[in-house]
């Protein structure tokens, strides 16, 4: 699955290119919005110049790896601390207020599930989460 658009900056193996907004763009985040079109950072492989047309694509896995990280790692940080809430506070005979314990757990595990993926976002910005132009297209998005 890829996505077409213009280049209107390139240096050191690195592209800006603005793309149409569609509708397999909804949810993502990875490009900067403007209107109806969008502003994305790319490897530049293919080697195109300013007002080429490129194809754009991400790597196999990538999609679902950077979906894991935005969804999956807090919901499973959520659980554990609901868990680990609930056997805190039936340890220490609390048994009362396990709901609450792990709710609270819960929360402060999903506050610092965030607060490392934050932290450490420009790791994933750099390395495997970079779109890549692969290959230099007209400007109706077909292959030349």
């Given at each position: 699955?890829?996505?077409?658009?213009?280049?209107?900056?390139?240096?050191?193996?690195?592209?800006?290119?603005?793309?149409?907004?569609?509708?397999?763009?909804?949810?993502?985040?990875?490009?900067?919005?403007?209107?109806?079109?969008?502003?994305?950072?790319?490897?530049?492989?293919?080697?195109?110049?300013?007002?080429?047309?490129?194809?754009?694509?991400?790597?196999?896995?990538?999609?679902?790896?950077?979906?894991?990280?935005?969804?999956?790692?807090?919901?499973?940080?959520?659980?554990?601390?609901?868990?680990?809430?609930?056997?805190v506070?039936?340890?220490?005979?609390a048994?009362?207020?396990?709901?609450?314990?792990?709710?609270?757990?819960?929360?402060?595990?999903?506050?610092?599930?965030?607060?490392?993926?934050?932290?450490?976002?420009?790791?994933?910005?750099?390395?495997?989460?970079?779109?890549v132009?692969?290959?230099?297209?007209?400007?109706?998005?077909?292959?030349?």
């Amino acid at each position: 699955m890829g996505e077409y658009g213009q280049i209107t900056f390139a240096e050191d193996g690195f592209a800006n290119v603005q793309i149409e907004r569609t509708s397999a763009c909804e949810g993502c985040g990875i490009c900067e919005k403007k209107g109806g079109k969008m502003n994305i950072r790319v490897k530049n492989i293919c080697g195109a110049a300013v007002g080429d047309y490129v194809l754009i694509e991400l790597k196999d896995g990538i999609f679902a790896k950077a979906v894991f990280w935005a969804f999956g790692a807090e919901i499973i940080a959520f659980f554990a601390g609901l868990g680990v809430g609930f056997f805190v506070c039936g340890a220490v005979g609390a048994d009362k207020f396990s709901e609450l314990g792990g709710l609270i757990t819960a929360i402060i595990f999903v506050g610092a599930c965030y607060f490392w993926i934050h932290k450490n976002e420009h790791r994933f910005k750099k390395n495997d989460f970079v779109p890549v132009a692969t290959r230099l297209c007209g400007s109706d998005g077909g292959v030349l």
